[in-house]
């Protein structure tokens, strides 16, 4: 059980030695929600292991969000489609391209769209990375799931998405400054230990750091 706030279920995905790679699964009264999928097929157990341990089955997931379309976030999106037949959403100009990657259907979702889900899911746009790299903010929980738009080392430090992973890191990198215009208390992330303290400060300091 990894609960790591109220309704909001983290999942590592990572081997010894990878650097980390979480999804999380939400609680939400308006059903169960998924946000990415990981890569490897020993992931999709992970996954139905942690929807046991809510007393959830696939069936209860009614809703499937995808940060952006690398990978290590969408391998596994057609087998958790399919076990679960809810709705996949992404940013609108990422959707395309998930679709072409994966071949499930994606629907297009707009900067500052908020979904109903869990007392509000924000979208936030932050390209760069990719194309249609988005955030989710959940509103109630003052939680910002930022997938990829920034990375941690194992210490806890926040960094910029590394070059080699993104299509225009100055992008980016600028588009962490937006970051700094929500309210959250919690940063959540893929590839680091998430903030469960002074998240917005982090940023903060990340944004001054990076100087742009
Ligand atoms: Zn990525």
Not at 40 to 59: G, Q
Not at 65 to 79: A, E, F, Q
Not at 89 to 112: C, M, R
């Amino acid at each position: 059980m990894v609960e790591i706030l109220k309704g909001v279920h983290s999942i590592d995905h990572s081997d010894k030695g990878d650097h980390s790679l979480e999804t999380w699964i939400l609680d939400c009264p308006q059903g169960t929600v998924i946000v990415d999928t990981a890569m490897r097929p020993e992931s999709v157990d992970k996954i139905a292991a942690e929807l046991k341990t809510m007393n959830k089955t696939w069936k209860d997931v009614k809703l499937i969000l995808i940060t952006h379309k690398h990978g290590d976030h969408v391998k596994n999106l057609p087998k958790v489609a399919e076990l679960t037949g809810a709705p996949v959403k992404a940013h609108e100009l990422e959707a395309p391209l998930i679709e072409k990657a994966v071949g499930v259907k994606v629907e297009g979702l707009k900067d500052g769209a908020i979904l109903p889900h869990c007392g509000g899911i924000e979208v936030i746009h932050v390209p760069g990375h990719s194309e249609g790299n988005a955030c989710y903010l959940l509103k109630a929980k003052k939680a910002l799931i930022a997938g990829d738009t920034v990375f941690g080392d194992a210490n806890g430090a926040l960094t910029a998405p590394p070059e080699k992973y993104c299509l225009d890191v100055k992008q980016a990198t600028k588009g962490i400054r937006r970051l700094l215009d929500y309210d959250y208390d919690y940063l959540i992330y893929t590839h680091g230990p998430d903030v469960m303290k002074d998240a917005k400060k982090k940023v903060a300091e990340l944004v001054a750091s990076c100087g742009v």
